[in-house]
């Protein structure tokens, strides 16, 4: 018979719905040696789902033992080299009707998590709504070793718990959706993986080349694995310190096939695809010229992704193409920024870097010679961060060679910098003397002797 102090924890740790709530939600999730992420992993959820779920794939560290403690129920699952067979022995598992699938080196933030539930438990309220809709999309943003975003998804990680939905693919599996997807902007997924800490404490980057290497061995011909190959070749030769040669080769020649093959890819890696030639191209003065044709086709194709465009201006400021350059950057802030920040629906890493668009955009003014947007771009830039020298000098030397007075020049900088501290008038009277304006550089200096 149990233990009565047994079945009195069990009683007080079941998890029940709340009035008027209509989703159990089940979390699910694979592992092996995570227990460095475990516990984020898990806490995210721990208020709005019914049941957290952890299938373990051989872990020889404390994950099982953290995830345990936390509450999850555990089960194990031999690893026979297939992301979605495990990913559909955790789904059986799932006892509630839709499922949050995350991975470990992915969570949301508290109060998404909230908005999460709330817009589930309406969508099963709306008879239309809950009858179309099958799944999820999500942003997600990519985070760095630092915590800072350096690129933008999107993903399918919640979904119906019924049987037509399983994942399908060895690696890098994808989900079958039978009915309707509704993205969602409400919420984003935060996703640290593609860090090189992470890389480096899972080994996620070998095992992956392993196995894809296995599947393209079996099927030759299947461009998606083929391109995913790439991906993790190109992956090692930006974390690993000592970089193989024939990696970057085969990495090179495994893109050009993906490049060239009309065989039906996912959209993530024909982006990736695109951006590996287009970031080789930016560093080979020599193929400047050929990427017009290149750069038009994937901004033809992806609208949404804001990085090709960006990589066609820079492209165009280097041939001193600083009219159309800067036309496409004018177009990208305003696609970027509106009055709720960052727009719906838009991808890619320059999203996360809007200063990027500016100093560029700031390039191709300087080259124009159009003096309001130099003085436009300038003054945001250094608005950000007043120290930058490099856009300071170049800025005052600008405004000078357009017949700017130098009450005028005072009155343009007075708005970023204190021209009553030392300090400030000091970095303005060496960056006006880099920029040849000594005359002015000395008005600075004698005014700041004033203040000893």
């Not at 404390?62 to 067979?85: C, L, P, S």
């Not at 700031?362 to 950000?384: R, S």
Request: aromatic share 10%; proline share 2%; with cysteine.
């Amino acid at each position: 018979m149990p233990d009565i102090l047994t079945l009195m924890s069990k009683l007080n740790n079941r998890k029940t719905m709340p009035a008027g709530q209509k989703v159990k939600l089940s979390q699910c999730m694979i592992v092996k040696n995570e227990e460095n992420n475990i516990k984020k992993a898990l806490e995210w959820g721990k208020s709005i789902t019914f049941e957290q779920i952890v299938v373990d794939t051989g872990s020889t560290d404390r994950t099982v033992e953290i995830a345990k403690q936390m509450g999850a129920k555990i089960y194990h699952f031999e690893w026979i080299n297939d992301f979605g067979a495990a990913k559909n022995y955790a789904i059986e598992q799932a006892s509630g009707n839709w499922i949050a699938f995350l991975d470990a080196d992915e969570y949301l933030l508290s109060e998404d998590s909230i908005k999460l539930i709330n817009k589930l438990d309406r969508v099963e309220s709306d008879p239309d709504e809950s009858r179309k809709t099958s799944a999820l999309k999500t942003q997600m943003f990519h985070l760095n070793d630092s915590g800072d975003t350096f690129s933008v998804g999107e993903q399918i990680r919640f979904f119906r718990n019924i049987k037509e939905i399983r994942y399908v693919g060895r690696i890098h599996e994808q989900l079958t959706i039978p009915r309707e997807i509704v993205f969602y902007d409400g919420i984003t997924i935060m996703h640290t993986g593609y860090s090189n800490s992470t890389y480096h404490e899972t080994g996620k980057l070998e095992r992956n080349e392993e196995l894809l290497r296995a599947v393209l061995a079996e099927n030759p011909d299947d461009m998606k694995i083929t391109a995913y190959l790439a991906d993790a070749l190109y992956s090692k030769t930006r974390v690993e310190d000592n970089i193989d040669p024939d990696d970057i080769k085969e990495a090179d020649e495994l893109f050009h096939e993906v490049l060239n093959s009309d065989a039906e890819i996912p959209i993530l890696l024909r982006k990736k695809t695109y951006k590996y030639f287009m970031e080789k191209i930016r560093k080979d003065p020599t193929g400047y010229t050929q990427i017009d044709e290149l750069c038009c086709e994937a901004i033809e194709k992806f609208p949404d992704d804001l990085d090709f465009g960006y990589y066609y201006a820079c492209i165009l400021i280097k041939l001193e193409e600083y009219k159309k350059a800067l036309d496409i950057l004018t177009e990208l802030e305003f696609m970027l920024m509106d009055d709720s920040g960052i727009s719906e629906g838009l991808s890619g890493q320059i999203i996360t870097e809007p200063a990027a668009i500016f100093g560029h955009a700031l390039i191709a003014a300087q080259g124009l010679g159009d003096i309001d947007n130099v003085i436009k771009y300038a003054t945001i830039l250094l608005a950000t961060d007043k120290s930058q020298e490099k856009i300071l000098s170049p800025y005052i030397a600008t405004l000078f060679k357009h017949g700017v007075s130098e009450e005028g020049v005072v009155e343009l900088l007075g708005s970023i910098y204190d021209f009553g501290t030392m300090n400030d008038l000091l970095f303005i009277a060496r960056a006006a003397k880099d920029a040849g304006q000594i005359e002015f550089a000395g008005i600075m200096m004698t005014i700041a002797g004033e203040m000893l």
